[in-house]
């Protein structure tokens, strides 16, 4: 069993930064592409950014001067790093990651994590 936990949501002044983490765990997987979705009250879930194995990015271009995704292969985890954040940053923060689990691929879901900005 794989699970993705994220961590480092919270209250943020507009302005502001926030790096959340997501962690893939468990056994026999190989997570290929882990990227970032957010979804704001009312509206749809949308990408903010993905990197793959070798470290490739792709990022909605609204966010790409502010944020920066990176990741640790060896522990399986991916980066946000979210730079002069505005109130429209305000959203239930996602980890997807594409893996293989076994031998079956497939992708998953990350419970989520809040990201409030306000003064």
């Known amino acids: 069993q794989v699970q993705l936990v994220e961590s480092g949501g919270g209250l943020v002044q507009p302005g502001g930064s926030l790096t959340l983490s997501c962690k893939a765990s468990?056994?026999?997987?190989?997570?290929?592409?882990m990227g970032w979705h957010r979804q704001a009250p009312g509206k749809q879930r949308e990408l903010c950014a993905v990197?793959?194995?070798?470290?490739?990015?792709n990022y909605t271009d609204s966010l790409k001067a502010r944020f920066a995704i990176s990741r640790v292969l060896a522990a399986d985890t991916v980066y946000l790093r979210m730079n002069s954040l505005t109130p429209e940053g305000t959203a239930v923060y996602y980890c997807?990651?594409?893996?293989?689990?076994?031998?079956?691929?497939?992708?998953?879901w990350g419970q989520g994590t809040q990201v409030t900005v306000s003064s």
């Open positions: 990197i793959s194995r070798n470290g490739a990015t």
């Open positions: 997807h990651t594409v893996l293989i689990v076994g031998s079956c691929l497939g992708d998953m």
């Open positions: 468990g056994t026999n997987f190989l997570a290929y592409e």
